[in-house]
T-cell receptor, first 114, second 113 residues
């Protein structure tokens, strides 16, 4: 079974631009969560999508948004990029969600904002 | 509020030595506890998890962890470290209120020959 796929793996953008990251879950997984990982901060939860609906949301500004498609693939978008948005963005997928449902992580997208 | 603390930012051990990585959590109810490992350029891989029952949990790659409710801890251990264990380790807690997980800031492990 193929793992979680994230594209692109690396991105370089400049301040003020916007960016879209993609996550393709393991087949049969309907829950997709997004995290921002920065040194010293660990993983910060952005949001979770299930059946094309945002089910949970972390404490990030509205510049961070996402969506999920009918095939469970998910995208996250960051508008008006700031230097502080430089990070590794990870997605994690689950069959249906819930603490007892193991999260499987993708390799991440490394975003650098100049 | 839920939180996870990993007091050790960086640990260095000799190959063959034992290892213990500390994790403390804050959560009012019985937590769901996890340890993940992240190698450079990789995503996170689940090492082990605790939901209920036996407080000593066995995981992959020879790791184990012990849940101690009285200390709000879930420390990760390995009796003999291998050079390939060098990586970043994350402790996480999951709750019953929504599908949200809280991660510690990680412990970076260096293994010296």
């Amino acid at each position: 079974k193929a793992g979680v796929t994230q594209t692109p793996r690396y991105l370089i953008k400049t301040r003020g631009q916007q960016v879209t990251l993609s996550c393709s879950p393991i087949s049969g997984h309907r829950s997709v969560s997004w995290y921002q990982q920065t040194p010293g901060q660990g993983l910060q939860f952005l949001f979770e999508y299930f059946s094309e609906t945002q089910r949970n949301k972390g404490n990030f500004p509205g510049r961070f948004s996402g969506r999920q498609f009918s095939n469970s693939r998910s995208e996250m978008n960051v508008s008006t990029l700031e230097l502080g948005d430089s990070a590794l963005y990870l997605c994690a997928t689950q069959i249906a969600g819930g603490p007892g449902d193991t999260q499987y992580f993708g390799p991440g997208t490394r975003l650098t904002v100049l | 509020a839920q939180s996870v603390t990993q007091p050790d930012i960086h640990i260095t051990v000799s190959e063959g030595a034992s290892l213990e990585l500390r994790c403390n959590y804050s959560y009012g109810a019985t937590p769901y506890l996890f340890w993940y490992v992240q190698s450079p350029g990789q995503g996170l891989q689940l090492l082990l998890k605790y939901f209920s029952g036996d407080t000593l949990v066995q995981g992959i790659k020879g790791f184990e962890a012990e849940f101690k409710r009285s200390q709000s801890s879930f420390n990760l251990r390995k009796p003999s470290v291998h050079w390939s264990d060098a990586a970043e380790y994350f402790c996480a807690v999951g709750t019953n209120t929504g599908n949200q997980f809280y991660f510690g800031t990680g412990t970076s492990l260096t293994v010296i020959p």
